[in-house]
């Protein structure tokens, strides 16, 4: 899979509880209607997302401004994520229950600081480490690997709408 992709996941499916995704994104869902993941998984902008459920888990598809956020939700772990294999650029935070388990950024094929993988395996280029090392943690909590869901399994699209803030309601 050479495509630019970002997202969430979450170790957790939240078909019924979408508002709970709606808070935590700070944007209100409007429900689009259902699409395949090979439309899915295209670029997006800010003003939509696709989502993904399966028993496991949650995948929210986001454009790269939202992906590059850590989100915490109380009792599970997400993993925010963007791949542009094209450029070779890699980032990912790993959050449980709100602590930082990893985060990385891999621009350009090179990492601005060293990183646990590098002082691990400095032989392999970092790139790959990182790209590895995002599959591996969306298998584990989405259940599936994303590079064999089908194409035509169904997401849903949802239209995103910025929250105004109390004071904005005034």
Same mark, same amino acid.
């Given at each position: $899979?050479?495509?630019?992709?970002? *997202?969430? !996941?979450?170790?957790?499916?939240?078909?019924?509880?979408?508002?709970?995704?709606?808070?935590?994104?700070?944007?209100?869902?409007?429900?689009? *209607?259902?699409?395949?993941?090979?439309?899915?998984?295209?670029?997006?902008?800010?003003?939509?997302? #696709?989502?993904?459920?399966?028993?496991? /888990?949650?995948?929210?598809?986001?454009?790269?401004?939202?992906?590059?956020?850590?989100?915490?939700?109380? *009792?599970?772990?997400?993993?925010?994520?963007?791949?542009? *294999?094209?450029?070779?650029?890699?980032?990912?935070?790993?959050?449980?229950? /709100?602590?930082?388990?990893?985060?990385?950024?891999?621009? #350009?094929? !090179?990492?601005?600081?060293?990183?646990?993988?590098? $002082?691990?395996?400095?032989?392999?280029?970092?790139?790959?480490?990182?790209? #590895?090392?995002?599959? #591996?943690?969306?298998?584990?909590?989405? /259940?599936?690997?994303?590079?064999?869901?089908?194409?035509?399994?169904?997401?849903?699209?949802?239209?995103?709408?910025?929250?105004?803030?109390?004071?904005?309601?005034?």
């Amino acid at each position: $899979m050479n495509r630019n992709f970002g *997202g969430l !996941v979450i170790d957790k499916n939240y078909k019924h509880e979408v508002e709970k995704l709606s808070a935590l994104l700070e944007r209100e869902f409007a429900l689009e *209607g259902a699409i395949s993941f090979s439309n899915a998984i295209e670029p997006l902008t800010k003003d939509f997302c #696709n989502i993904l459920f399966t028993e496991q /888990g949650t995948l929210i598809l986001l454009n790269i401004d939202m992906a590059d956020c850590q989100y915490s939700l109380a *009792g599970q772990e997400t993993f925010s994520f963007f791949i542009a *294999g094209e450029e070779d650029t890699h980032f990912f935070n790993h959050l449980k229950n /709100g602590s930082i388990i990893a985060s990385e950024y891999v621009l #350009n094929g !090179v990492s601005p600081k060293p990183t646990a993988y590098q $002082m691990i395996t400095p032989q392999e280029e970092v790139g790959d480490i990182s790209e #590895n090392v995002i599959y #591996n943690t969306i298998k584990s909590l989405l /259940g599936e690997d994303i590079r064999e869901i089908l194409d035509e399994t169904p997401c849903y699209r949802y239209a995103l709408k910025k929250k105004k803030s109390w004071w904005q309601v005034w």
